[in-house]
């Protein structure tokens, strides 16, 4: 497998698409337990245990169906092995973007705010064999879900949350030192892909609800700004694991053509007035299982146009 991706629009050669095989929400996970803390959803308990069959199967349909869209696309997919997440009280391998992070052409593990999402490395040999793999350090205080980052070629965007710290963004720069990574602070929750999500150079969606004028980060200040005030809620099962705004998580296959959630008929609208090329598409359990289709790949190989 090819390693070669610097930012998230260049045509697309190569990449992995997850699955909801064996989804487990873990039970003795000490950071996962505090979720039911920090949720601002307390209608429902948060989820433990076996995700449900029909959740998965359903689940399952939706991603073959993506890979059936990528494959006519030219896209060459690979996915992830299964593991028996319940047996290991882990999570699942249904978001590969949170675990590992494309550098250029080398690979970094992050040390993940779950412990237990730690086994889905392997689950993901098909990308790291015969590749380097960068290991962040372990016990050094460092905390970093690889979705905490958006790619823009020599510069990185990193969203300083519960998932990603200062201590990661620092020990990045020091081994990155040709990249140029600009903290951003305005989201208290994870990951950024629902925040901030460039469509090709020099065009990028933004959620107005956690961005702002005068917080849009510096090196997207001069870029094309479609602002997103809302989107279509979608269902999900007892607990949002996600919030309306997985919406917005859009997947680039080229500069011109990206797949979006075929519920948000206004973006699509409105990307379609750029002259985008929009593949409408659905992950019915996004919600649930907290993932949009940025997250539920991991882009190994894009070509520089």
Not at 14 to 23: D, K, W
Not at 58 to 72: H, M, R, W, Y
Not at 83 to 104: E, H, K, Q, S, T
Not at 143 to 171: M, P
Request: with cysteine; aromatic share 10%; glycine share 4%.
């Amino acid at each position: 497998m090819k390693i070669h991706s610097y930012n998230e629009w260049d045509t697309l050669k190569e990449i992995i698409v997850g699955t909801a095989t064996n989804a487990n929400w873990p039970l003795h996970d000490p950071v996962f337990a505090l979720e039911s803390k920090k949720t601002t959803w307390h209608e429902t308990p948060v989820p433990s245990g076996p995700v449900p069959q029909w959740i998965i199967d359903e689940t399952n349909e939706d991603l073959d169906g993506l890979v059936k869209i990528l494959q006519q696309a030219d896209v060459t997919v690979h996915r992830p092995k299964d593991l028996d997440f319940v047996g290991y009280d882990g999570m699942y391998n249904y978001c590969p973007r949170d675990r590992l992070l494309i550098a250029g052409n080398c690979i970094v593990d992050p040390v993940m705010m779950y412990p237990s999402r730690d086994i889905e490395l392997a689950a993901l040999g098909c990308v790291i064999q015969r590749n380097e793999l960068v290991t962040i350090p372990r016990h050094w205080g460092i905390v970093l879900d690889a979705a905490n980052i958006c790619r823009l070629d020599d510069t990185w965007l990193f969203l300083e949350s519960s998932s990603g710290n200062r201590a990661a963004a620092v020990w990045l720069q020091a081994r990155f030192p040709e990249i140029h990574i600009e903290l951003c602070n305005f989201y208290a929750g994870v990951h950024i892909d629902s925040t901030v999500v460039p469509l090709r150079e020099g065009v990028v969606m933004l959620n107005s609800s956690r961005v702002t004028p005068d917080t849009v980060p510096e090196c997207l200040r001069s870029w094309t700004q479609i602002w997103i005030d809302d989107c279509v809620p979608q269902q999900f099962y007892q607990y949002p694991y996600a919030s309306k705004w997985i919406g917005m998580n859009t997947l680039s296959i080229n500069p011109d053509t990206v797949i979006v959630d075929e519920t948000q008929t206004d973006i699509i609208k409105r990307l379609e007035a750029m002259k985008f090329t929009v593949i409408p598409h659905t992950l019915r359990h996004s919600r649930t299982l907290g993932g949009g289709f940025h997250c539920v790949t991991l882009d190994t190989w894009r070509q520089n146009d």
